[in-house]
């Protein structure tokens, strides 16, 4: 069964280059707890169909999917919806 996770924070290095890769998504449990994967585990989650995960822009739920760079490597980007920023990018900072 699939647990639908919003995704509410990331870690990237360097943060301040937008062009960099994410590391790590996070978020909260319904506790309230923070939760935190390494990309590789949150790309296998999403493979397993263990988790889809979505993030909020504009009040509008915008999945997660995983694409392939031109080196072959995977990575996440939000599906495209009528925000021209990058979802994913602009998160905060995780702890």
Sequence with gaps: MTTNVEIKCINKIPRHDPNESITHVGGLNRDGSAWKLSL???IR????????????SWGQIVNVIISISRAGNKYLRT??????????????ECN
Excluded: H, R
Excluded at 45 to 56: A, C, D, M, P, S
Excluded at 79 to 92: Q, Y
């Design 45 to 56: 989650g999403i493979e397993n169909k263990e988790y889809q995960f979505y993030v909020l």
């Design 40 to 42: 590789a585990d949150a």
């Design 79 to 92: 599906e495209s919806d009528s925000s021209t920023n990058n979802n994913l990018l602009s998160l905060p």
